[in-house]
């Protein structure tokens, strides 16, 4: 039997800071420090997430270590995100990595943060289990930073077909939630609420952009004229109507991704659709997915919701493939806030 392939994976693009084994493509651990402080911001602070990257990643790297089971000089190579992301965030994964690959005299491998998103679909948990897309597959990637249609043509083969101009859907989340006086990241509140609501309550117009771009900027205004107008009437209007307001809002932004998506679908003849990313975690997203497979006669794949927000399970495996097809990168490395898939 030939030796296995281990990859110790670190993720500090933006602000989590996460290491994981992965042995052959099976996930032995995923560790996630998650920064807090920045709640009290509403946003990610860039300089606090990197002085707390700095403090989080070696117990975050030695834990995911000790619960992998395995012992530091079993490791093959060292794959690290490369971006894009926050260059100070980004700074600490990078020379980390750098000098642990140097210190095991193993090599290092660089990792887009976008692609590892997408390939989180392929982590095998221990038992070997799966569902991996079949090549190729439109994968909708939805995060905090970025809004994208790709062609996954196989492992390490990406075609860009559609993109935000201007704010991602996360940050669509986020920035209305941050309108109803929810703390960051609103997303995830959205969601919740949004399960209390009717999402048919208000309407919020749809964004009309050419091919298979997105836009959100429009309706984060839309929605804070509405508030604005809303609360005039009666101060007491967010308080009083909280689901619905989050149900409408989370149905508009699932409303302009699956109109696009469901055109790429058409255009490309591909239909075999995936989600990737923070938004991915989203039930009403995950939910309109699963209805779409049945009336459209699509294939959907939907990561579990330990793969959709960052993490480095998604980097070790990403290194997984590229490591099978000798792509390594050398110690002059550097990292880069942006990077194209
Ligand atoms: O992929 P991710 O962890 O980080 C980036 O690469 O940006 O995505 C974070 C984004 C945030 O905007 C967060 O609000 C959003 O994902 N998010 C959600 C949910 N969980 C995370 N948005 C809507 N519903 C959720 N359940
Ligand atoms: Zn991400």
Redesign the pocket.
Same mark, same amino acid.
């Given at each position: 039997m030939s030796k296995s392939i281990i990859i110790l994976g670190i993720e500090s693009?933006?602000d989590d800071t996460s290491a994981a084994i992965i042995q052959d493509g099976r996930i032995l651990s995923n560790i996630i420090g998650t920064q807090k402080v920045h709640e009290q911001y509403g946003g990610v602070v860039p300089e606090l997430a990197s002085r707390a990257h700095q403090q989080n990643i070696i117990p975050v790297v030695n834990q995911a270590i000790k619960e992998s089971g395995i012992e530091k000089n079993q490791i093959s190579a060292v794959a690290f995100t490369r971006g894009p992301g926050l260059l100070g965030s980004l700074l600490v994964g990078v020379s980390f990595a750098k000098s642990f690959a140097l210190g095991l005299g193993v090599p290092l491998i660089d990792v887009n943060?976008m692609q590892g998103?997408i390939l989180a679909h392929f982590i095998k948990e221990k038992d070997g289990s799966g569902n991996p897309p079949n090549f190729p597959f439109l994968c909708l990637t939805v995060? &905090?930073?970025h809004t994208q249609i790709v062609n996954v043509k196989d492992y390490l083969s990406f075609e860009l077909i559609g993109e935000t101009i201007d704010d991602a859907a996360?940050?669509a989340?986020?920035k209305s939630a941050k309108l109803l006086g929810l703390p960051y990241?609103?997303?995830?509140l959205?969601?919740k609420y949004a399960k209390e609501g009717n999402p048919k309550a208000f309407t919020f117009g749809i964004p009309k952009v050419d091919g298979l771009n997105f836009s959100f900027s429009g309706l984060k205004t839309s929605i804070l004229y509405f508030i604005q107008k809303k609360i005039k009437e009666d101060p007491k209007f967010i308080e009083n109507n909280l689901a619905d307001i989050c149900a409408s809002i989370q149905h508009s932004i699932i409303n302009i991704l699956m109109k696009k998506i469901e055109k790429a679908a058409k255009e490309s003849q591909i239909n075999d659709i995936a989600i990737a990313? &923070?938004?991915s975690?989203?039930?009403g997203l995950r939910k309109r997915l699963q209805e779409m497979e049945q009336s459209h006669q699509w294939k959907t794949y939907i990561p579990p919701f330990s793969y959709c927000?960052?993490n480095a399970a998604m980097i070790a495996i990403t290194g997984y493939y590229k490591f099978i097809n000798n792509e390594f990168c050398s110690q002059s490395i550097t990292p880069q806030a942006r990077l194209s898939i």
């Open positions: 693009s933006c943060h998103h995060s &905090g930073g996360g940050e989340f986020d990241p609103g997303g995830p959205i969601d990313g &923070g938004v975690a989203n039930s927000t960052d």
